[in-house]
């Protein structure tokens, strides 16, 4: 069963960061895209697990670009810090410019 949780972070976090990314290009008005962007694949902690016995260990200290590398019988993953503080960024900017959308067309509808 600890494998089985290893595994599942090793593969949740690159998911997160592509996630994150792909809200990051598809947000209309989001300015700084590119620094975003490369925020999206910045994770913080690192935690490790060897598939073999499911002994794991965590480095809290590390700050990983593009995930922790890959290692033949570890599963490897990092929390994805960056990918989440993107898409909080980009559904606040998303529903920012709903709401003005929707006060101009309101404004709209009271004019005529």
Do not use: E, H
């Not at 809200?23 to 697990?49: D, N, Q, S, Y």
């Not at 993953?77 to 960024?89: H, Q, T």
């Amino acid at each position: 069963m600890p494998q089985l949780l290893g595994l599942t972070a090793a593969l949740l976090c690159p998911l997160v960061m592509f996630v994150g990314l792909f809200l990051v290009l598809r947000t209309p008005g989001l300015k700084w895209r590119i620094a975003w962007a490369v925020l999206c694949f910045v994770g913080v902690g690192a935690f490790w697990m060897r598939a073999s016995d499911g002994a794991w260990g965590f480095v809290p200290a590390a700050i990983n670009i593009l995930g922790t590398g890959q290692q033949a019988g570890f599963y490897k993953a990092s929390f994805p810090l960056g990918a989440l503080v993107s898409m909080f960024i980009c559904v606040s900017v998303r529903r920012v410019r709903l709401q003005a959308a929707q006060r101009r067309d309101d404004a709209a509808g009271t004019k005529t």
